[in-house]
């Protein structure tokens, strides 16, 4: 995506489109248009102009951003089934919930970040010329019990790769959950040209390491001290992926 130099989107009124399906995820056609006090001819010229650029799409009377993937999949291991798709905005506080849940013995310290970052944003999905974001939810029974998120900045020189953090609540760990998670992360960061995945996690998180290496994750490097962690200072041991 090329936007102008001097605005963040080449035309005021585009930026506001794109920022109304930021906020509400799906939303009908002419409900945006009147939300945003735009008359049809100037609305339907920027949503053109929003889906050739492939920020925007169209979908009989719904704009979504790009990003959005419909999928469903339904699982089921020692009697739990569980449903992954990509997060909708009414996911957030379950997400937020969930993340903060599965981390709170601080053992995931780029997790925590963004549960943090989403929760002061109030916005999952990101698509735009700064930042892309996509999270997936496993759920149970309506409630989320596990995500994964992609986060890619919009910089040429990092377009093939994209930062990966992935967990599933305490309850429902040992079910497969995680891998089914990772798995469909995989195929959409193939599909949307996503070369090379890479975490981050304490060196004291020995269990995480070991269930990435499980699902072809490699050591890069080590930065040392880098965590201070309830006063001890951590190493932070950075890993990727090429799926």
Known sequence: MQFSDDL???????????????????????????ALNMDETAFGHHVAILRRDGVVERDEDELRLAFEDAEVEIHSADDVEFTIRQAHED????LVEAIRTALADRTYI???????????????????EVQSRVFFVATVEGEVVGWV??????????????????GVVPEYRGHTIGSELM?????????????????????????????????????EAVRERHYRIEDEYVDEVMMAVWP
């Not at 989107?9 to 939303?27: L, M, T």
């Not at 798995?183 to 193939?190: G, L, Q, S």
């Not at 996503?194 to 996690?201: D, G, P, R």
Request: charged share 40%; hydrophobic share 30%; glycine share 6%.
């Open 149 to 166: 998120n992609l986060d890619h900045p919009e910089v040429d020189s990092l377009d093939h790769t994209a930062e990966l953090t992935v």
């Open 91 to 94: 996911d957030l506080d379950g």
């Open 183 to 219: 798995e469909r992360a995989y195929d959409w960061a193939r599909d949307n040209g996503y070369e090379k995945l890479y975490n981050s996690v304490p060196a004291t998180n020995e269990r995480g390491m070991e269930w990435l290496e499980e699902h072809g994750w490699e050591t």
């Open 8 to 34: 963040e989107f080449d035309h005021r009124d585009r930026k506001d489109i794109y920022d109304y399906i930021e906020r509400n995820g799906r939303v009908d056609y002419d409900e945006a248009m009147a």
């Open 110 to 128: 780029v997790g925590e970040t963004v549960a943090d970052t989403v929760d002061h944003e109030d916005v999952l999905l990101r698509h735009n």
